[in-house]
């Protein structure tokens, strides 16, 4: 068994990745500074002997790699992050620090104390605006936010670590993630933590546009399985891969699901076209199948059924 450290472990994806780990009876250490992390997503972790848990912030100058050097894990996951592309748009420079100069801490903890394996968190959101369908890895990266600049620096310079100083980096290039503990508090929230708190409200919800916009939506377990994938399977190499389903969901068929389940939930409005929206994203899932082993196994319906009768 391994022992994982992992950054921003309080979040959405970190909480769900550290419940993993532990059920998989990995050791782990979580670190969160809870400026978007919330203490009541580590509930279930923070009864095990396995978990230990330190308040902290990953891009304060040495913190890190202080704790980095008592705890000596075997892998890092590192997920925290200014995880909102708008935050990035309204503070570039709070991106930089916590996006790309945070990911060098990290980068330098593991090389200055012998960690084997970093997994980071990147997204999507490098590629940009693609227009051919299925998105591969080697798509043209052409982000159009600082937090997909952030996430496409950090992959360089992870791996120009990882090349230089023999470390096995995976950097997991996430796709539309969904599932509990998503956090629906702004407008900029993903999609479907919004229409799950409005429709739980009994309120309705608002598309923009036609609804015939698609995503690659993927359930947050999938996403975490990947996760201690990547951190713990033997034989992985350095490297990126899509972490998405290959399976393109329309918002109709998002609201078509809802409906099942809130049938009395008033009709869906149309609003506007969200300015800069992209109307289809769709990533394909073979190189992480072919790296990690990673196939998504949660569908769309079967997600968001779980997600609806949670909590
Ligand atoms: C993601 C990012 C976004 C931007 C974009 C670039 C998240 C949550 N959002 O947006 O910041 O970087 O990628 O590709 O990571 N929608 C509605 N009603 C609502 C809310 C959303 O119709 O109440 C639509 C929205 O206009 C879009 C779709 O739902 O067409 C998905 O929205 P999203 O913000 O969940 O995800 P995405 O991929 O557009």
Request: aromatic share 6%.
């Amino acid at each position: 068994m391994a022992h994982v450290l992992v950054t921003g472990a309080a979040g959405f994806i970190g909480s769900h990745t550290v419940d993993r780990l532990l059920a998989a009876d990995h050791t782990v250490t979580g670190l969160d500074n809870f400026r978007t992390g919330r203490r009541a997503n580590l509930a279930a972790a923070l009864a095990s002997p396995h978990f230990a848990f330190h308040e902290l912030d990953v891009a304060a100058p040495g913190a890190l790699a202080t704790l980095v050097g008592t705890v000596r894990p075997d892998a890092i996951i590192h997920l925290a992050a200014l995880v909102s592309v708008q935050e990035s748009m309204t503070n570039p420079d709070l991106n930089y620090s916590l996006n790309i100069h945070a990911t060098h801490l990290v980068a330098e903890a593991a090389r200055l104390h012998a960690v084997r394996r970093l997994v980071f968190a990147s997204s999507a959101a490098i590629y940009g605006d693609a227009t051919d369908f299925p998105i591969r890895e080697s798509t043209e990266k052409k982000p159009i936010s600082p937090y997909g600049s952030a996430k496409l620096a950090s992959e360089a310079i992870l791996l120009g670590h990882g090349a230089a100083f023999g470390l096995t980096v995976r950097c997991q290039r996430y796709f539309n993630v969904f599932g509990p503990r998503q956090d629906p508090a702004s407008p900029y929230s993903g999609v479907i933590s919004i229409f799950d708190r409005r429709y739980r409200e009994g309120q309705g919800v608002t598309i923009y546009g036609e609804g015939q916009q698609t995503r690659d939506f993927i359930s947050v377990h999938d996403v975490a399985r990947a996760n201690v994938l990547a951190a713990t399977a033997p034989g992985v190499s350095s490297g990126v891969a899509n972490i998405c389903t290959g399976r393109a969901t329309s918002l109709l068929d998002v609201v078509g699901v809802f409906a099942r389940h809130f049938p009395a939930a008033p009709a869906v409005i149309h609003g506007t076209p969200r300015t800069g929206d992209i109307i289809h994203s769709l990533g394909a899932p073979e190189h992480a199948a072919a790296a990690l082993g990673f196939r998504a196994e949660v569908s769309v319906d079967t997600g968001l059924g779980e997600l609806i009768h949670a909590g």
